[in-house]
């Protein structure tokens, strides 16, 4: 229930391409739903995050699309470049006794140039 | 202003010993959190503190404890250190108050590795 799965491990795309990571939840509590950037020996840092109440949010590059009836969300990076290349990470919470962030198990992006 | 900030960045310590980590929040955020992360996994929850007080608390054994001080800076110390507790232990904080989701800020992490 507290699961966050997230796929594909790893990906691989060329300079420009439009890499796709996706997430899936079973605890319909969550409403808060976050994506992090992590650099080899650097903490994660926040890039775009989305509530449940609408179904896609743009930052920039950077898009999460949001399905509520699937409990599925995914990041999209638009035109990707080779500086993008890190470890992406989603995660969940939902508002309440903690700030508690449940992350996926992470996917390692390579932008090839 | 400065980010999230963690010391030591890095530690070697030997199976039995105890470890402090320490933790110094962004500058205004009375809520900070600790993390751990294995190599080629995601962070998990450890504890989170508001206004020094423990809010939350992970799936870790009572090794494991953590405080925040006045200045809402906070500890983490492990005792009893076994070879699984090598890891990166990051530090975040966030404006975070009670019922309301705030974005988290992490620090770089300290690197444990217990020989």
């Known amino acids: ?23 899936a939840y079973e605890n319909t509590a969550f409403d808060y739903f976050p994506w992090y950037q992590q650099f080899p020996g650097k903490g994660p840092a926040l890039l775009i995050a989305i509530r449940p109440d609408v179904s896609e949010k743009k930052e920039g590059r950077f898009t999460i699309s949001f399905n509520k009836s699937a409990k599925q969300f995914s990041l999209h990076i638009m035109d990707s470049q080779p500086g993008d290349s890190a470890t ?7 508002g309440g006794a903690t700030n508690k962030l449940i992350f996926g198990t992470g996917t390692l992006l390579a932008v090839q140039p | 202003d400065a980010g999230v900030t963690q010391s030591p960045t890095h530690l070697i310590k030997t199976r039995g010993q105890h470890v402090t980590l320490r933790c110094s929040p962004i500058s205004g955020h009375k ?40 200045n809402y800076s906070s500890e983490l110390n492990v005792n009893a250190l076994l070879l699984g507790d090598s890891a990166l232990y990051l530090c975040a904080s966030s404006l975070w108050d009670r019922g309301l989701n705030s974005p988290l800020h992490f620090g770089n992490g300290t690197r444990l590795t217990v020989t």
């Open chain 2, 31 to 70: 809520s900070v959190s600790w993390y751990q992360q294995v190599l080629g996994q995601g962070p998990q929850f450890i504890f989170q503190y508001y206004e020094k007080e423990e809010r939350g608390r992970g799936n870790f054994p009572d090794r494991f404890s953590a405080r925040q001080f006045p």
């Open chain 1, 88 to 94: 992406y990470f989603c995660a969940a919470s939902n």
């Open chain 1, 1 to 23: 229930q507290q699961q966050v799965k997230q796929s594909p491990q790893s990906l691989i795309v060329q300079k420009g391409g439009i890499p796709i990571i996706n997430c």
